[in-house]
């Protein structure tokens, strides 16, 4: 698994929606460009509707709408960083699997782990976050953003991977909260637990491919993508 900050949004986001990076995938009719999480109207966001680069490269950047309660003016003074990119990568097998043998089961098994590791962050930053003092402890963190699959390694080798890519602003009991604040500081707290996340995207992944008939000492030989 691999992990950074973004910096600059619409270099980052076209590369995301480089067609040549997901062509198999569409050409399989398995191309995934997805909002996560919630509806969000002010962000003009909706959970499984396709992901967009203008749109993704505004909420990184700030630009989001006049109800926006002042977020996108801190981002666009440069208070906080723009976001986060998380890739996962699938074994080798597997991508091969699914994208030169065509195993379609593979793709679902593949995202269906990503879901379970964005399930599992939003209930570790949820606990991570400092309440403020007026509030008792706090109970859910919705993770906003964009999930986007890739096919191809930089060696243009088959290479089944995601991006998953959080801007710096989330919800906390329905606020919209940074996610590097006083109040929850992405890079030292949530930064550690990333090994917990990846292995648990591989054992979800595992306990899929085997159920469909393959070795899980096959996938475990091959662990670590691109």
């Known amino acids: 698994m691999e992990f950074r900050t973004i910096t600059r949004a619409a270099e980052a986001a076209a590369h995301y929606f480089d067609d040549s990076k997901d062509g198999v995938l569409n050409l399989l009719g398995v191309r995934r460009r997805v909002w996560i999480n919630r509806k969000i109207d002010w962000l003009g966001l909706n959970l499984g509707e396709s992901a967009d680069e203008k749109k993704l490269i505004n909420i990184l950047e700030g630009e989001f709408t006049s109800e926006?309660?002042?977020?996108?003016?801190?981002?666009?003074?440069?208070?906080?960083?723009?976001?986060?990119?998380?890739?996962?990568?699938?074994?080798?097998?597997?991508?091969?699997?699914?994208?030169?043998?065509?195993?379609?089961?593979?793709?679902?098994?593949?995202?269906?782990?990503?879901?379970?590791?964005?399930?599992?962050?939003?209930?570790?930053?949820?606990?991570?976050?400092?309440?403020?003092?007026?509030h008792s402890i706090q109970r859910k963190f919705s993770i906003i953003g964009a999930v986007i699959n890739h096919d191809t390694s930089p060696e243009l080798d088959p290479d089944l991977h995601t991006h998953?890519?959080?801007?710096?602003?989330?919800?906390?009991?329905?606020?919209?909260?940074?996610?590097?604040?006083?109040?929850?500081?992405?890079?030292?707290?949530?930064?550690?637990?990333?090994p917990v996340l990846s292995e648990m995207y591989f054992t979800v992944l595992k306990n899929s491919v085997e159920l469909m008939g393959y070795r899980a000492k096959d996938i475990n030989e091959d662990q670590g993508g691109q």
């Open 164 to 194: 998953i890519v959080i801007p710096n602003i989330g919800f906390l009991d329905n606020e919209p909260i940074f996610l590097s604040t006083d109040r929850l500081d992405f890079l030292n707290d949530v930064h550690p637990l990333l």
């Open 68 to 134: 926006d309660v002042g977020a996108g003016e801190d981002i666009k003074q440069g208070k906080y960083i723009l976001g986060y990119e998380l890739t996962f990568t699938a074994p080798k097998s597997v991508s091969i699997l699914a994208l030169v043998g065509n195993d379609f089961r593979l793709f679902d098994a593949h995202n269906n782990a990503i879901d379970s590791v964005l399930d599992e962050m939003a209930k570790l930053m949820a606990l991570l976050v400092k309440p403020p003092v007026d």
